[in-house]
């Protein structure tokens, strides 16, 4: 475990900030852009720049990644879709529907029915 | 007429502290339902919502929750472009409430709800993490009006809302301690990324996700928090660097884990003085007082643990909450859950000696759990003595608590003789004199009425049925 809070003045290696500070003036002065922001949410001039400045690296590594898995899929046909639904899809019509019926006490569970015989 | 009709509308509606940010709408209630207002200032967004199929996409796979648009008397007529009334959500829970793997279901699902996004030209505008909800225990984003058409070559305005509020979170979780969760109740707009740099170890700075989402991006806001974007030289993000961006804070989501293993109560069911027995017939007794008060509406279990008992309950009830101080016992609770169809048992993290406090401006916007009651029926097995005695609550205290938060109680009586009292005992003196069975009952029968009792076979344990007796 490192110790929080406490910074060696005569340590070897330089502090976090430090490096933090070089990086970004290095980086900053090689680039020297800045973003307009529009949002109502204020999003920070810092994550914006940042934003800025990893775009090209990002970019490139998703294209790389893409065509990767498209190579890979093509060698793999049998690959089943990838469903990413993380929520039963009915869930959320079924239960505006149910909740528009007026009579909200018929909805209301039988006493003894098991689990997952519940719906409607 | 129409004063009449605004006066008797602001009687009966009230508008929901919460919803004040966004300009293009918000929240309100009137007679026990929600409605969104949607200003004319939110009309293309919600019209390219709509019209995009970008809706119907995320409604058809359950990720957002569904509306209807309603003709109802807007809450205010001067500023109202329409009225929908979404899918009401059973019961509002927070991430300072969820266990780790809710808040990363719910990571999950606002990234893939921003990929979707853009696939329809949309993006989302924030990532709060409030906009998530737990509906038969899976993530639904709740906010409809979250939605802007997407402009190529911006910058996303929601990145630093979603490092904040699910990244930096479940870093600190996985990486440090899964109790930097509460962090959250002192920062209500997710942890600061400077305060979670420096407390994330050393070696995440070998992880490229982190390096960058984290600690990069709070070097960079620490270094430009001074300095005024000028409109001059704007930097571009691609769609494709986007996507990227993305794509890494999903692999940084991917990265971050929690076993639950070692959990304060793991063995308790093994160490308790339960034999099979008498599980079976606290189960039994369990289901005979639930046929005797009839389904439930919404049930707390406090002191759940893995949800053993809750289970029982859901099939007697519409929505049972299952808490527990455990974050283990409320993680493995809920990986379960998420797996059957259609749960109605929604695990949270709770100190019940502590329960979750109302935060956030004017104290409203985020609530209370006394608010968010009561509850038609909370069960309190097992919960007593960690209350009388590790807390030093005296009974009295205890019963008037429960007679606030529900109409029925079903709570266990756990006496001094039981090896789990012995243990809290163990280390300190006995200065709990009052702590019986006939203290108990007389304490509790000043707020509540006894409907039923049975001692629990095999130990010295005894179940009650309480009902409260100003209903």
């Known amino acids: 475990m490192k110790h929080r809070g406490i910074e060696y003045s005569n340590s070897f290696f330089p502090t976090k900030s430090i490096c933090l500070k070089i990086a970004f003036l290095l980086i900053f002065f090689l680039t020297g852009v800045l973003p307009a922001a529009y949002s109502y949410l204020d999003p920070g001039t810092g994550s914006f720049i940042l934003q800025t400045l990893i775009a090209a690296l990002f970019g490139a590594l998703f294209v790389v990644k893409s065509y990767w898995q498209r190579i890979k899929s093509w060698f793999c046909r049998h690959n089943p879709e990838d469903n990413k639904s993380t929520v039963d899809s009915e869930v959320t019509n079924k239960q505006l529907k149910s909740e528009s019926s007026e009579d909200k006490g018929a909805e209301r569970f039988e006493k003894h029915a098991g689990r997952g015989s519940e719906s409607e | ?471």
Not at chain 2, 120 to 144: E, Y
Not at chain 2, 374 to 380: G, I, K, L
Not at chain 2, 397 to 408: E, G, H, P, W
Not at chain 2, 435 to 441: A, G, L, T
């Open chain 2, 1 to 471: 007429m129409l004063a009449e009709d605004q006066n008797q509308n602001k009687m009966t509606s009230e508008r929901i502290a919460s919803s004040f940010r966004d300009p293009a709408g918000f929240v309100f209630s009137r007679e026990g339902q929600i409605y969104r207002q949607i200003n004319f200032v939110g009309k293309e967004c919600y019209e390219s919502l709509i019209k995009s199929g970008f809706y119907d996409s995320l409604v058809k796979s359950g990720l957002l929750v569904a509306h209807e648009e309603v003709a109802v008397e807007p809450f205010d007529s001067n500023t109202s472009y329409k009225v929908i009334r979404p899918a009401q959500v059973p019961f509002t829970s927070y991430p300072w409430e969820w266990s780790f793997s809710q808040l990363r279901d719910a990571a999950s699902a606002t990234l893939q709800i921003q990929k979707t996004a853009l696939e329809f030209g949309m993006s989302l505008k924030d990532c709060s993490a409030f906009n998530i909800q737990f509906v038969n225990a899976k993530p639904v984003f709740i906010d409809t009006l979250s939605f802007e058409p997407y402009r190529e070559g911006e910058p996303w305005s929601a990145y630093r809302q979603f490092c904040q509020h699910f990244l930096a979170p479940l870093a600190l979780m996985s990486r440090c301690d899964i109790r930097l969760q509460k962090l959250w109740l002192a920062n209500i707009d997710g942890i600061p990324l400077d305060l979670a740099s420096r407390l994330l170890p050393l070696r995440t700075w070998l992880n490229f996700s982190l390096l960058t989402h984290i600690h990069l991006h709070a070097g960079s806001q620490n270094y430009f928090a001074d300095k005024a974007p000028s409109g001059q030289s704007q930097g571009k993000v691609s769609r494709n660097a986007l996507l990227g961006i993305i794509d890494s804070l999903e692999s940084g989501i991917n990265a971050q884990n929690y076993k639950a293993k070692g959990t304060e109560w793991g063995n308790y069911y093994a160490n308790t003085n339960y034999k099979d027995a008498s599980a079976e017939h606290k189960k039994k007794l369990i289901e005979q007082f639930f046929d005797k008060i009839g389904s439930q509406e919404l049930v707390w279990d406090l002191g759940a643990n893995t949800g053993v008992y809750s289970h029982i309950a859901a099939q007697y009830s519409k929505r049972v909450i299952a808490f527990d101080i455990d974050p283990a016992a409320v993680e493995k609770n809920y990986l379960f859950c998420r797996d059957q169809k259609d749960c109605k048992i929604l695990p949270l993290l709770l100190d019940i000696t502590n329960p979750s406090p109302a935060i956030g401006w004017a104290n409203e916007e985020r609530r209370s759990l006394f608010s968010r009651g009561p509850a038609d029926t909370v069960m309190a097995l097992a919960l007593i003595h960690h209350l009388a005695i590790s807390n030093n609550l005296p009974l009295s205290l205890i019963a008037s608590f429960m007679a606030r938060i529900c109409n029925y109680l079903i709570i266990e009586f756990v006496p001094k003789s039981d090896s789990q009292v012995q243990r809290l005992l163990a280390s300190r003196p006995d200065i709990f004199p009052d702590y019986n069975e006939s203290s108990f009952e007389e304490a509790f029968l000043t707020q509540f009425h006894l409907e039923a009792s049975e001692a629990i076979s095999e130990s010295q344990r005894r179940l009650y049925l309480f009902k409260r007796l100003s209903m």
